[in-house]
């Protein structure tokens, strides 16, 4: 058996297996460490795909098999739980798809093509309330910042220098004024780029890694995570740092969300896209103090939510 490891994933290995005849991608993950941002999420992914993936065929990459090994390597005695996903040899993540020359007719068919796939999962409602967004708003960004806090001792500093306090005082208030839908859907949860599969041959897409803790799961909280990716640029601050450089088909993807964006909504869910877009970099904040123990490391996922809370509160 033939094991190469693959980029992907934050705490789970991700490897493409080839053993005889059969290649596959495996996702493998630990049964003791950082339980929370490990195995409980990747478990609520993989049940998440499974249960979509039934109810949308043809829409998202398919479970082969998933179950629990113990590491063979003497150096890690931990136990894994691993989920394997067939293997598309013609697919490539629209990360690195637009990171490449493309054509306004190709970023458009795509565009279409991702739109066109999560509008299934959007016309599933689901009725709900106005009171979430409080929850949200604690649970996702100020519980966020008191852990990340407690992870890195110059965090508080940063946060207190730049007054995010304050601004988010101003930006609880503004959004739970806003926030008055009372429907819900089904979600991918986290459609990024990277999270999404282009199979060249058959000009199709599948998504990956599917996201199952938002609490609130609504086609604008998964707009915000598109944007996460093509409007604030969070793959390539994670590869290459603060001074990255935007490739043209990542900026096209873009062009062509924020047209959609503007011609499908109001100003409101404009608004509430644009606070969602805001808090995906707070709720990171805990597990990048966690891997990164270098304050100058995190300051640019800070400086990103700032700058999208400034943008919010003066929309």
Same mark, same amino acid.
């Given at each position: 058996?033939?094991?190469? +490891?693959?980029?992907?994933?934050?705490?789970?290995?991700?490897?493409?297996?080839?053993?005889?005849?059969?290649?596959?991608?495996?996702?493998?993950?630990?049964?003791?460490?950082?339980?929370?941002?490990?195995?409980?999420?990747?478990?609520?992914?993989?049940? /998440?795909?499974?249960?979509?993936?039934?109810?949308?065929?043809?829409?998202?990459?398919?479970?082969?098999?998933?179950?629990?090994?113990?590491?063979? !390597?003497?150096?890690?005695?931990?136990?894994?739980?691993?989920?394997?996903? #067939?293997? =598309?040899?013609? *697919?490539?993540?629209? =990360?690195?798809?637009?990171?490449?020359?493309?054509?306004?007719?190709?970023?458009?068919?795509?565009?279409?093509?991702?739109?066109?796939?999560?509008?299934?999962?959007?016309?599933? /409602?689901?009725?709900?309330?106005?009171?979430?967004?409080?929850?949200?708003?604690?649970?996702?960004? +100020?519980?966020? +910042?008191?852990?990340?806090? $407690?992870?890195?001792?110059?965090?508080?500093?940063?946060?207190?220098? /730049?007054?995010?306090?304050?601004?988010? $005082?101003?930006?609880?208030?503004?959004?739970?004024?806003?926030?008055?839908?009372?429907?819900?859907?089904?979600?991918? *949860?986290?459609?990024?780029?990277?999270?999404?599969?282009?199979?060249?041959?058959?000009?199709? @897409? %599948?998504?990956?890694?599917?996201?199952?803790?938002?609490?609130?799961?609504?086609?604008?909280?998964?707009?915000?995570?598109?944007?996460?990716?093509?409007?604030?640029?969070?793959? %390539?601050?994670?590869?290459? *740092?603060?001074?990255?450089?935007?490739? !043209? *088909?990542?900026? /096209?993807?873009?062009?062509?969300?924020?047209?959609?964006?503007?011609?499908?909504?109001?100003?409101?869910?404009?608004?509430?896209? #644009?606070?969602?877009?805001? $808090?995906?970099?707070?709720?990171? %904040?805990?597990?990048?103090? #966690?891997?990164? #123990?270098?304050?100058?490391?995190? @300051?640019?996922?800070?400086?990103?939510?700032?700058?999208?809370?400034?943008?919010?509160?003066?929309?």
């Amino acid at each position: 058996m033939k094991e190469t +490891i693959l980029k992907g994933g934050s705490l789970a290995s991700t490897s493409l297996i080839e053993d005889n005849s059969n290649t596959f991608v495996r996702k493998k993950i630990s049964l003791s460490k950082d339980r929370e941002y490990g195995f409980c999420r990747w478990y609520s992914q993989l049940k /998440k795909m499974q249960r979509l993936g039934v109810i949308f065929p043809n829409t998202f990459v398919q479970i082969s098999d998933f179950g629990y090994i113990n590491s063979d !390597d003497i150096n890690d005695h931990d136990e894994y739980a691993y989920m394997d996903l #067939k293997y =598309y040899q013609d *697919g490539i993540n629209l =990360y690195e798809y637009l990171s490449t020359e493309r054509t306004d007719e190709e970023v458009r068919n795509i565009f279409t093509k991702v739109t066109e796939k999560l509008n299934k999962l959007y016309s599933f /409602k689901i009725e709900s309330f106005n009171n979430p967004i409080e929850l949200y708003f604690q649970e996702e960004i +100020i519980n966020k +910042i008191t852990e990340a806090s $407690s992870n890195n001792t110059y965090f508080n500093e940063v946060l207190l220098d /730049k007054d995010i306090y304050g601004k988010l $005082s101003s930006m609880r208030k503004k959004v739970i004024s806003l926030y008055n839908n009372p429907f819900e859907s089904f979600t991918h *949860g986290n459609p990024t780029l990277e999270n999404t599969l282009y199979l060249q041959d058959s000009n199709d @897409i %599948l998504f990956i890694d599917v996201y199952e803790e938002n609490i609130i799961d609504n086609k604008l909280n998964d707009y915000s995570h598109i944007l996460q990716s093509c409007n604030s640029y969070y793959e %390539l601050m994670v590869d290459y *740092g603060p001074n990255f450089i935007v490739p !043209d *088909g990542i900026k /096209k993807f873009n062009s062509f969300m924020q047209e959609y964006l503007y011609n499908d909504l109001n100003k409101s869910e404009l608004m509430l896209v #644009k606070f969602f877009e805001a $808090s995906q970099y707070y709720r990171m %904040l805990p597990f990048k103090c #966690k891997i990164n #123990k270098n304050i100058n490391d995190i @300051i640019p996922f800070i400086n990103t939510a700032e700058r999208l809370t400034g943008e919010f509160l003066d929309a």
